[in-house]
């Protein structure tokens, strides 16, 4: 067991046939097929209203880019796409990537809200 999951007690729960998951007070998030295809609409939703663009920073070429609450890594993935020379971070309190998770993209499994390293190394 990893520091990380020694430090983030996480519960389950089904609710209406679905499952979720969360880490220690966090919000719960689903992690069941069924419940796993809200996210692809709310990433649709989200870039409409703000005009198609993947992210608001005003940087031509990113070196690292971190996607905190990565979930599934749909906007990683689109941001490895589109920054193809760019290291792109994955970041939820979750052990494992979920089996969807872009092969272009790192995993990293950590909580925010505490203090946590890169597996690389560096602090963040």
Same mark, same amino acid.
């Given at each position: 067991? !990893?520091?990380q999951?020694?430090?983030c =007690?996480? !519960?389950?729960?089904?609710?209406?046939?679905m499952?979720? *998951?969360?880490?220690?007070?966090?919000?719960?998030c689903?992690? !069941?097929?069924d419940?796993?295809?809200? /996210?692809?609409?709310?990433?649709?939703?989200?870039?409409?209203?703000?005009?198609?663009? &993947?992210i608001?920073?005003?940087?031509?070429? /990113?070196?690292?880019?971190?996607?905190?609450?990565?979930?599934?890594?749909?906007?990683?993935g689109?941001l490895a796409?589109r920054?193809?020379d %760019?290291?792109?971070?994955?970041?939820?309190?979750? !052990?494992? /990537?979920?089996? *969807?998770?872009p =092969?272009?993209? *790192?995993?990293?499994?950590g909580?925010? =809200? *505490? /203090?946590w =390293?890169?597996?690389?190394?560096? %602090? &963040?």
């Open positions: 067991m !990893s520091e999951d020694k430090s =007690e996480l !519960s389950k729960r089904v609710i209406a046939g499952k979720f *998951e969360r880490c220690g007070t966090s919000a719960w689903p992690t !069941s097929l419940a796993a295809t809200y /996210p692809r609409d709310y990433h649709c939703d989200m870039l409409s209203a703000d005009d198609n663009r &993947l608001s920073a005003p940087v031509k070429r /990113p070196v690292r880019i971190l996607d905190v609450g990565t979930g599934p890594g749909i906007l990683a689109e796409k920054f193809p %760019a290291d792109v971070i994955g970041l939820d309190v979750f !052990s494992n /990537p979920p089996a *969807e998770f =092969e272009t993209c *790192e995993y990293q499994s909580n925010i =809200e *505490e /203090p =390293e890169f597996e690389t190394g560096g %602090a &963040l």
